[in-house]
T-cell receptor, first 114, second 114 residues
């Protein structure tokens, strides 16, 4: 069990650029979640996948955000035309299928939009 | 909608003293409740969780929490704090159809005086 990994750990970009983050879940986990955490706040749910199907998206996830999980393994989160308000820590978590199963979080990707 | 309130932004305790971190939730049915800890540069780590049954839940690192339905509370406690417990603590409630979408409070930063 190597845990949830995220890449990159830090990303600095200029406003208007596109960025893509990757999350590798724990290998046998069917569910994968994305959360966003801004300074001084708790994480906020963005979206989640069960295998390759995206089952729910938060209204926080504007049209500039897209997430994929091809083949039900790793996931990518892309932000198009970044804005300064997108600056945050993007967290990925994974879990098994049961509703009581723990979500294990990765270390996060810190995005800074200049 | 489900929500979580952590009334204390910062708490400072002396090493060896007891600790209680407060958490109040808003949820119509029986809630799924969690406490996570986040250390700088580390991912969120689950301390304990409550789904049903005994209202006093034991977790890792000597932490426990008590679910009180009448007060809509799920306070985290530890009888004797260590210097290494300094971190940010988040209470969360499971939301959505399957309770697997976590709604977090804003967090409480714990400082430990040696």
């Amino acid at each position: 069990d190597t845990g949830v990994s995220q890449d990159p750990r830090h990303k600095i970009t200029k406003r208007g650029q596109n960025v893509t983050f990757r999350c590798d879940p724990i290998s046998e986990h069917n569910r994968l979640y994305w959360y966003r955490q801004t300074l001084g706040q708790g994480p906020e749910f963005l979206t989640y996948f069960q295998n390759e199907a995206q089952l729910e998206k938060s209204r926080l996830l504007s049209d500039r955000f897209s997430a994929e999980r091809p083949k039900g393994s790793f996931s990518t989160l892309e932000i198009q035309r970044t804005e300064q308000g997108d600056s945050a820590m993007y967290l990925c978590a994974s879990s098994l299928l049961g509703f009581t199963d723990t979500q294990y979080f990765g270390p996060g990707t810190r995005l800074t939009v200049l | 909608a489900q929500s979580v309130t952590q009334p204390d932004i910062h708490i400072t305790v002396s090493e060896g003293a007891s600790l209680e971190l407060r958490c109040n939730y808003s949820y119509g049915a029986t809630p799924y409740l969690f406490w996570y800890v986040q250390s700088p540069g580390q991912g969120l780590q689950l301390l304990l969780k409550y789904f049903s049954g005994d209202t006093l839940v034991q977790g890792i690192k000597g932490f426990e929490a008590e679910f009180k339905r009448s007060q809509s509370s799920f306070n985290l406690r530890k009888p004797s704090v260590l210097w290494s417990d300094a971190a940010e603590y988040f209470c969360a409630v499971g939301a959505g159809e399957y309770g697997n979408k976590l709604v977090f409070g804003a967090g409480t930063i714990l400082r430990v005086k040696s």
